[in-house]
Structures are given as structure tokens and as C-alpha cells.
């Protein structure tokens, strides 16, 4: 049953920094990430892949270590994959 709520909704604050994180994401403690970042395994040169269509490269989160950024421009070249937008002809895009 919908109801009517009278007093109306409250207008928040959008964050400045939207893609801040402000608490640890779970997964991070579920793996143990940070006990093995204090072993001194950062990851460094290991290339992370998915199939998929909702990643956001941009994201504050991914960015600093996207393969194919350098701190100014994105180089896509071998590190980004669309199979919707760059084909002419496919049937999903």
C-alpha cells in the first residue's frame, strides 16, 4: 500500500569527491588485503582483467593504477576492451 508522506523529502549534500571511499570496502578485509600489503606484496606489475561493461576506468579507485594512465592522458591501446561501441555491425551497440 502506498502511503503519502506529508513532510516531503530532505534535500541532502551531494559528496564533493563522490568516488571517495570513506570506510574500508568490505572485500578488502574479507581477503586480507592489508595483512598482505604489510608483507610488502603491493601488486605491483600484476594486470587485472574482466569481462564485462561496467567498469569505469575513471573511478577514483581504479584511475591511479589503470594501466594506461599516466597521471595526464589514457592510452587504451591493449588495455581496454568494448565489444559494444567499437564494432560496426554488432548486434548489442
Same mark, same amino acid.
Given at each position: 500500500?502506498? =502511503?503519502?508522506?506529508?513532510? /516531503?523529502?530532505? %534535500?541532502?549534500?551531494?559528496?564533493? =569527491? ?11 578485509? !574479507?581477503?586480507?588485503?592489508? =595483512?598482505? $600489503? ?7 606489475? *600484476?594486470?587485472? %582483467?574482466?569481462?564485462?561493461? /561496467? ?6 579507485? *581504479?584511475?591511479?593504477? !589503470? ?10 591501446? !591493449?588495455? $581496454?576492451?568494448?565489444? *559494444? ?9
Amino acid at each position: 500500500r502506498i =502511503q503519502n508522506f506529508p513532510q /516531503g523529502l530532505r %534535500a541532502i549534500e551531494s559528496p564533493s =569527491q563522490p568516488n571517495s571511499p570513506e570506510t574500508v570496502e568490505p572485500g578488502i578485509n !574479507y581477503t586480507h588485503a592489508p =595483512q598482505v $600489503w604489510a608483507l610488502g606484496h603491493t601488486g605491483e606489475g *600484476i594486470v587485472v %582483467a574482466g569481462a564485462d561493461t /561496467g567498469f569505469r576506468w575513471t573511478h577514483n579507485a *581504479i584511475k591511479p593504477h !589503470y594501466r594506461g594512465w599516466d597521471g595526464v592522458t589514457a592510452d587504451h591501446d !591493449y588495455n $581496454w576492451h568494448d565489444s *559494444i561501441h567499437d564494432s560496426s555491425g554488432n548486434p548489442c551497440g
